[in-house]
């Protein structure tokens, strides 16, 4: 691609970027920029999250994918409603419960979060917000400024049903087809699809979610051939057979702490981790995407508009839902 077609994708993407910004005061679904700025008086909302995080990222650079993949996690089931921090009661099993999520962590942060909110502004806050401010901070520390804005209001949901995890969350595993389906019924596109993808470029995973393309891709004993010999090799070292669960590998080889492109760098090279991160080269138009987003201004930039759209799915706003006092119970529990 010439510099002269990259300079002109930047300036349109930029484009993107300053309208989320400008357009309004509003985002998706009803929800507001300062949504709390009078509705607390005596602290900022965004400056108590964004402390703590950041103190948290600081003594724990993993600690930012967590935090990234837990507002993802929520939003894809039922929302961003906060119902992944619901814990299990006796009669219910919650999406905590669930396979994709019982790796999930981070919540212990929500609930520090939480617990110095609610000692100034009780009964205000949202977990929901909590968590969109969360996952933007955690990014946003490496590069010491917000690389998203986060429009609040949200209210948090009274239901988490586990069995709703697997059906609406992206798996590791899923083919192309699956995977644009999965978020266009949340209301996003291709190009989101991609770019959020990209949020792979932090964060571990466990050789038990690639041990298949490894050893037995298609159920008799070989590998997948999608994957680079050369890094597939280095994977079998790392996970060899039989596959411990409990090992745990970079999902960007080498860069898993830094927020960066390098990401769509490794997937251009055939060294996407997963069967979805290969997924993105078998159709033109997201191979094309996937190409362009090597560019890191404009990945983040993409990154930043796709951030706001997912965090607008399914809200509950004003009239729905509630504000929960503890972020791991229903009020009237």
Known sequence: MTTQKVNMIQRVLGVLLVSILVVGSKGGGGLKMKYYEKKCNLISVEDTTKEIVWSKVAADPSMAAKLLRLHYHDCFVRGCDGSI??????????????????????????????????????????????????????????????????????????????????????????????????????????ADLVTLSGAHTIGNSRCILVSRRLYNFTGVGDADPSLDPTYAQTLREICPTPVNATTILEMDPNSSLSFDSQYFKALNQHKGLFVSDAALLTNGQSAHIANILQNPKVFLARFARSMVRMGSIEVLTDGQGQVRKNCRLVNDQ
């Open 85 to 190: 921090l619901l814990d299990p009661t006796q009669n219910v099993t919650t999406e905590k419960t669930a396979g994709p999520n019982r790796s999930v962590t981070g919540y212990d942060v929500i609930d520090e979060i939480k617990t110095k909110l609610e000692a100034s502004c009780p009964g205000i806050v949202s977990c929901a917000d909590i968590l969109a401010l969360a996952a933007r901070d955690a990014v946003s520390f490496q590069f010491q400024k917000e690389m998203w804005p986060v429009f609040t209001g949200r209210k948090d949901g009274k239901v988490s049903i586990a069995k709703e995890v697997g059906v609406n969350l992206p798996s590791a595993n899923a083919n192309f087809t699956t995977l644009l389906a999965q978020f266009q019924i949340k209301g996003l596109e291709i």
